[in-house]
């Protein structure tokens, strides 16, 4: 069993950053891969960015390349999401989640565990 918990989220205006942080309680953390999860209002889950286990790989979809890091401390059980020059556009609901199957990620396929979300807004 794996506990995800966000933090971070809150309002921001066009332009700003935001650092996003999901800590995982439970299985080996180094063990699996995290990915962060966006849903605005009225639309579907989408995925935002992916890191394997170790770290070493990390995936991005297009709209944020460039604008967001994925990184992870396994020392702290810790994947964070760091937002830069952020646009109306990027306000949803940020999820974390993890693929304990085994430490490949994949940016939208064999998450398992979710954690509840924290509220990302972007003001223009």
């Known amino acids: 069993q794996v506990q995800l918990v966000e933090s971070g989220g809150g309002l921001v205006q066009a332009g700003g950053s935001l650092r996003l942080s999901c800590a995982a309680s439970g299985r080996t953390f180094s063990t699996y891969a995290m990915g962060w999860f966006r849903q605005a209002p009225g639309k579907e889950r989408d995925s935002v960015a992916a890191i394997t286990g170790s770290g070493g790989r990390t995936y991005y979809r297009d709209s944020v390349k460039g604008r967001f890091t994925i990184s992870r401390d396994n020392a702290k059980n810790t994947v964070y999401l760091q937002m830069a020059t952020l646009k109306p556009e990027d306000t949803a609901v940020y999820y974390c989640?993890?693929?304990?199957?085994?430490?490949?990620?994949?940016?939208?396929?064999?998450?398992?565990?979710w954690g509840q979300g924290t509220q990302v807004t972007v003001s223009s």
């Open positions: 989640a993890a693929k304990t199957d085994n430490g490949y990620a994949y940016l939208n396929r064999g998450y398992d565990y």
